[in-house]
Antibody, heavy 121, light 106 residues
């Protein structure tokens, strides 16, 4: 059973870069798409972007200028970098998996438990 | 962007009640709609995909339907384990989510 675990600093200073890693266990990172999703306190979920194991990426248009997602297949991990953070980037950050065929994609399953990142000086 | 409007935001109910949660998409998403359950401190759990298909292992008291751009999740007889937050997710174009519905004990 595939499990995802997010890791990274829980506190980031304004204007700095938020960096998180998602470790995948119980299965290979190959042949799937891997996403980052966030949820600010008391608000709804927002998809940040995703990466295919080959390295192909797709980002939310609203965050594209600040987001970089990368993958390390040798470590079965993928990572998120979000630059120039502000208090508005304070959120629970989740990683999740989905499968895509040539025709369509599946919903996200499974998800990690999430990691809270606070942006504050 | 496709907007998902979910209602209600909070729902108070008792064990055994029939519960209905609705999501409305701002444009057609075909049937590319999923429902998740989330409990505090836990990862979201997929319940329904393709608008009405029950994920393996999910109790049959959960069901879902669609009518145009309106999607409904129904719990036929609420159980103690069902008190949680539920949210919808459209995956027709990028991904957007409903704001969530917290089902709490009445």
């Amino acid at each position: 059973q595939v499990q995802l675990q997010e890791s990274g600093p829980g506190l980031v200073k304004p204007s700095e870069t938020l960096s998180l890693t998602c470790s995948v266990s119980g299965g290979s990172i190959r042949s799937y798409y891997w996403s980052w999703i966030r949820q600010p306190p008391g608000k709804g979920l927002e998809w940040i972007g995703e990466i295919y194991y080959s390295g192909t990426t797709d980002y939310s248009p609203s965050l594209k200028s600040r987001v970089t997602i990368s993958v390390d297949t040798s470590k079965n991990q993928f990572s998120l970098k979000l630059s120039s953070v502000t208090a508005a980037d304070t959120a629970m950050y989740y990683c999740a998996r989905r499968y895509c065929s040539t025709a369509n994609c599946s919903p996200f399953d499974p998800w990690g438990q999430g990691t809270l990142v606070t942006v504050s000086s | 962007d496709i907007q998902m409007t979910q209602s209600p935001s909070t729902l108070s109910a008792s064990v055994g009640d029939r519960v209905t949660i609705t999501c409305r998409a701002s444009q057609s998403i075909s049937s590319w709609l999923a429902w998740y359950q989330q409990k505090p401190g836990k990862a979201p759990k997929l319940l329904i995909y393709k608008a009405s298909r029950l994920e393996s292992g999910v109790p049959s008291r959960f069901s879902a339907s669609e009518s145009g751009t309106e999607f409904t999740l129904t719990i036929s007889s609420l159980q103690p384990d069902d008190f949680a937050t539920y949210f919808c997710h459209q995956y027709n174009s990028y991904s957007t989510f409903g704001q969530g519905t917290k089902v709490e004990i009445k």
